[in-house]
């Protein structure tokens, strides 16, 4: 997760919204990516999306059952669904997104064999958020 933060730090330098994500496979990283939805003009390029993207592309393979993927902010409905149809093994996240977080929809969007669990480092993904936020209405 520290590395997903690093990510999410990167985004903020760029003026995106913070959020940071990492797939690890064995205990490797495969794929580091952050929101870039500002640079490239472009509303899907979340960085769950991104980096599952390039996980797929590092393997070699469109299903990721093996991958755990590190998220600062709770998927939104749009990610969650991409996690689902590229099967992936796990979903940590730190902070709930309780506006436009996957888990407010009460149709379940993961794969059902996908293990989640939430709440790592979730002050320090909050904190990144908090900040842009707030630096962006001043």
Not at 68 to 85: I, N, R
Request: charged share 20%.
């Amino acid at each position: 997760m520290n590395e997903a933060l690093k990510q999410a730090e990167i985004a903020l330098e760029e003026g995106e919204i913070p959020v940071g994500a990492v797939i690890v496979v064995r205990d490797r990283i495969i794929a580091r990516a952050y929101n870039q939805t500002e640079k490239l003009t472009d509303v899907t390029a979340h960085a769950e999306i991104l980096a599952i993207t390039a996980a797929s592309n590092a393997l070699g393979a469109k299903y990721l059952p093996e991958c755990k993927l590190y998220v600062t902010l709770e998927p939104c409905p749009m990610c969650a669904g991409a996690c689902f149809w590229a099967q992936l093994g796990e979903l940590h996240y730190g902070s709930a997104d309780p506006q436009r977080g996957y888990s407010r929809i009460s149709q379940p969007l993961l794969h059902p064999k996908t293990k989640i669990s939430n709440g790592l480092l979730a002050d320090e993904s909050k904190n990144l958020l908090q900040a842009f936020f707030k630096n962006l209405r001043n």
